[in-house]
């Protein structure tokens, strides 16, 4: 299996039972975490798929949001620095290339609305039904790390247009992520 696979719960019985799966493989953990960053780093909305890569960024990855925070003259988060699951060096910073089916999933399980605000520019908005669901994820133990880290995401950087964010990946970490290869991953 290729990491360019991903799979629904639904479809997991066509993955052969010798073959090796993580959840990074598994579309609806991916899903989930998308639409728990809606609900808490841009409180039900986030306006422009660059920011919404930027703070998925930095709450996947604790230890590059540990040097922003110095930057920032904020106090660094404690705890895990463990990459959770990884991105790739794309044009405009760090990227997932299953963006786009995550995205569509979500918007066809109607948890989120996705409209076109400008020529360039989407807005994600969380609906009532994905509120609802993003509460029940919020309730479970194995979101409770994540969701402390998204919360002091938010409150650095949630008031950040995806542009100033996109620079200060930038700024901060030229070497680990401006100096590498299209694709490449970042680790």
């Known amino acids: 299996m290729t990491k360019a696979n991903l799979f629904s719960q ?35 909305t986030i306006d422009g798929l660059k920011k919404l890569a930027k703070l998925d960024f930095f709450v996947r990855y604790p230890a590059f949001f540990a040097e922003a925070c110095v930057f920032l003259g904020k106090t660094p988060p404690e705890g895990t620095q463990t990459v959770e699951t990884h991105m790739v060096r794309h044009h405009y910073g760090p990227w997932d290339h299953r963006y786009y089916h995550i995205l569509a ?30 509460q029940r994820l919020s309730d479970l133990p194995s979101f409770k790390d994540q969701i402390k ?3 002091r995401v938010k409150a650095v950087l949630g008031q950040k247009n995806g542009e ?24």
């Open 10 to 44: 639904r479809n997991l019985g066509s993955v052969p039972a010798g073959e090796s799966l993580s959840a990074e493989d598994v579309l609806e953990y991916h899903a989930a975490r998308i639409l728990l960053l809606l609900a808490h780093v841009g409180d039900g």
């Open 105 to 134: 999933y979500l918007e066809s399980t109607q948890t989120i609305k996705v409209s076109k605000e400008r020529a360039r520019m989407y807005r994600f908005e969380i609906t009532e039904n994905g509120l609802a669901l993003a």
């Open 149 to 151: 880290r998204m919360k």
């Open 164 to 187: 100033t964010l996109q620079n200060l990946v930038y700024t901060l970490f030229e070497n680990e992520i401006g100096r590498r290869e299209i694709g490449e991953t970042i680790s």
